[in-house]
């Protein structure tokens, strides 16, 4: 009976955790059967929890030295021949479009990856190896033909926003690129919240899906093992996990249901610089041929929200909270200082909502906006001092300070990126 009552109530965990039910109760995103199965849309909350997140990391690229770029979702069928793509990635991708006249004269493909438009844009002029490495990033929109039956909430889609970036490197800069995107990827999840499962090297396996080139996999091989061995992580190694052009460090995450998936990865790719034939000038003033380092920090953006949501229960870290302050007027008496306090976070660039005495009790309304970082509840005595009574999320009550101080207070933990509410 214990036994049963233990299973009943992980089996109410798991259904209060899941992202899926959590998104459409919070009205985060949803889906409708006109738009499609595995293409979600983003309502005004879930919408703003994804423009905080796609925000943070292209700082944190452009910090990193990364120059950010954006490329068509289209490219020729050529284009994928040439990557790869079309002969191992075939049956994940959409059929082409046919333009051009009754026979079709051009065939175009929504892009099954982002990296092919990158290593055009590296040959689109000459390159000198002062350039490099030389950092592309961008966070776009990549299609898989996902069949209907695996499709999952945001965690498995046909439309996926990538946050993707390439590397274009000499082979002795290829370990310190890899081992700089993996400690970007560790700073990412300290401001997530989130801790890796486990560091996987995907290797590949038998059949014909991966690239025939014995020498190339085992010299990318063996500088991902040292740039893991080198950075004092354990980790396993899994035969065909790799990508089809290379072997990859995957960082996994277990979600509440104890399933696994990849959400960052890096990678080191032979193969597309010389489909491409990308090449750079030397020292030497001889051409050679550049390494490219896939990397992705926080991967799918729809899986990182998904993530997110099962991780935190809909309780985001402030920083990514859709509604970062609550205003809680405790008569209509104080409605104008609160109007007035609103109207100052919103300068200070929080996002904010006024819950007033229309909304119900004042129990009512804290209870409301539980998932809120910071409750600011403004009663008779705080208007009158133009102070602010705090109630944090995690369940402390900080005792009234100045408005000015709770808003600089408030504003330096978001702006840091932090996950502890309050110092």
């Not at 399933?259 to 990678?267: M, P």
Request: proline share 5%; hydrophobic share 40%.
């Amino acid at each position: 009976m214990q036994e049963h009552d233990a299973d009943e109530q992980h089996e109410n965990q798991l259904h209060q955790h899941d992202h899926r039910r959590l998104g459409r109760e919070l009205g985060l995103f949803d889906s409708d059967p006109l738009i499609g199965a595995g293409l979600p849309y983003w309502l005004p909350d879930g919408a703003a929890v994804r423009h905080s997140l796609e925000e943070y990391i292209r700082e944190v690229e452009r910090r990193a030295g990364y120059r950010h770029v954006y490329s068509p979702v289209l490219g020729k069928r050529e284009l994928y021949e040439i990557s790869g793509h079309w002969q191992h990635y075939r049956e994940d991708m959409f059929s082409p479009m046919e333009l051009g006249g009754q026979h079709g004269e051009e065939q175009l493909v929504l892009r099954p990856s982002l990296c092919p438009h990158h290593a055009l844009m590296f040959r689109s002029r000459s390159r000198s190896y002062r350039e490099l490495p030389l950092r592309f990033a961008e966070l776009g929109a990549m299609f898989r033909s996902e069949r209907t039956g695996v499709l999952r909430g945001l965690t498995r889609v046909r439309a996926i926003q990538l946050n993707d970036g390439h590397v274009f490197c000499t082979l002795d800069q290829v370990a310190g690129e890899a081992a700089a995107a993996l400690e970007l990827i560790r700073r990412a999840y300290v401001a997530l919240g989130i801790e890796p499962s486990r560091y996987r090297l995907s290797l590949p396996g038998p059949g014909g899906k991966y690239v025939a080139a014995p020498e190339l996999w085992e010299r990318s091989t063996a500088l991902l093992r040292a740039v893991l061995d080198d950075s004092g992580l354990d980790f396993e190694e899994a035969e065909g996990e790799a990508a089809f052009y290379g072997p990859k460090i995957d960082v996994q995450v277990v979600d509440n249901a104890g399933r696994e998936a990849t959400l960052s990865t890096v990678q080191v790719d032979f193969h597309q610089p010389e489909q491409f034939d990308l090449h750079y000038v030397g020292a030497d003033g001889a051409k050679h041929r550049p390494v490219m380092v896939h990397r992705a920090i926080i991967g799918s953006v729809e899986r990182a929200v998904a993530h997110l949501l099962e991780q935190h229960g809909g309780a985001f870290p402030a920083w990514l909270a859709p509604v970062q302050v609550a205003v809680l007027p405790v008569t209509e008496d104080q409605l104008p200082q609160a109007e007035a306090f609103e109207a100052r976070c919103l300068d200070a660039g929080l996002r904010v909502e006024l819950l007033g005495p229309e909304r119900g009790s004042l129990g009512a309304r804290i209870r409301e906006a539980r998932l809120a970082p910071y409750q600011a509840v403004i009663g008779a005595k705080e208007a009158a001092d133009d102070h602010v009574a705090l109630r944090l999320r995690d369940g402390r009550r900080i005792d009234p300070l100045p408005a000015d101080e709770v808003l600089a207070r408030i504003g330096a933990l978001v702006g840091a990126h932090r996950v502890d509410l309050w110092e």
